[in-house]
């Protein structure tokens, strides 16, 4: 970050400015069309929208705390806009992958018991790490087949939870639970998962299990927990869902973050236009 202010303060000096109070919105607007154009750039290319981006984001915060040292009155890169980045579409698994994910490799102890009733929530309700972990045994309600939980900003939802689901929770509840908690910090006595010396999961214990699952299987790198949360998204999205019922089921507290998940693909597009169009 301390290169890109230097060559901000080097093009400001180029321009013929010798001290901060000297700086104005035009000499910003200068640096940041030579980032566009490509005049700063030893290449003589624009610089990428990522790079600009931050190199913009820097140059903010310099001139905000100047602002805030007493050493300008007003910042001259207030309304100084960064490029649009475009979006990153989520990384999501097939159906078959996730059928390959909850039900192989065979389970051989507490921990595999415990991993499969874990992913099978991940998926069937579409819950972020954190919120699986906090999970406590009274939050899952295996005879209504729901499971409360604690969001982001403590909000609190109640999520439907598949059979599939429900049977791998009920499995670990009965048999591999009580193995895990017999030297259970007291702490930890109502948290429904469990590690090997009955605590709390962390999310990096999460992530390197289903890593070892991952390379077990064969599947693709990169998938994280929350690839699982992904995947649930569109799958539910593909299979007919509208956008609002997936928002909250999601925890979602605007659409607009729900609609990345309309990246369905061609194909699926193709089938639902030739459903539903009466020409088609």
Known sequence: MSGDLSQCLVSLERQGVRAVAEVTPTHVRSYAAG???????????????????????????????????GWVGLSPATGLRS??????????LTQEQMVGL???????????????????????????????????????????????????????R????????????ESYLEVARPALARNADPAYHETLFLSRRGRALSPTDVRRRLDRRIVAMGAQAGVSPHTLRHSFATHL????AD????QELLGHASLTTTQVYTHVSAAHLRAVYRRAHPRA
């Not at 490029?83 to 999501?92: D, E, F, G, H, M």
């Not at 439907?160 to 429900?166: C, I």
């Not at 999205?237 to 007919?240: A, Q, S």
């Not at 956008?243 to 997936?246: E, H, V």
């Open 243 to 246: 956008l609002r019922s997936i």
């Open 83 to 92: 490029p649009k980045l475009p979006k990153r579409l989520p990384a999501v």
């Open 102 to 156: 909850l039900e192989g490799p065979a389970e051989s102890g507490p921990l595999d018991v415990r991993d499969r009733a874990l992913y099978e929530l991940l998926y069937s309700c579409g819950l972020r790490c954190q919120e699986v972990i906090r999970l406590r045994v009274h939050d899952v309600d295996l005879d209504r087949r729901e499971v409360r939980v604690r969001g982001k900003g403590s909000k609190e």
């Open 35 to 69: 980032l566009v154009d490509g005049g700063l750039s030893s290449s003589g290319r624009p610089y990428a929208r990522s790079s600009i981006a931050r190199k913009l984001s820097v140059v903010r915060r310099f001139f905000e705390f100047c602002v805030d040292e």
């Open 237 to 240: 999205l593909e299979g007919g």
């Open 158 to 169: 109640i999520v439907p939870v598949g059979e599939q689901a429900a049977r791998a929770v």
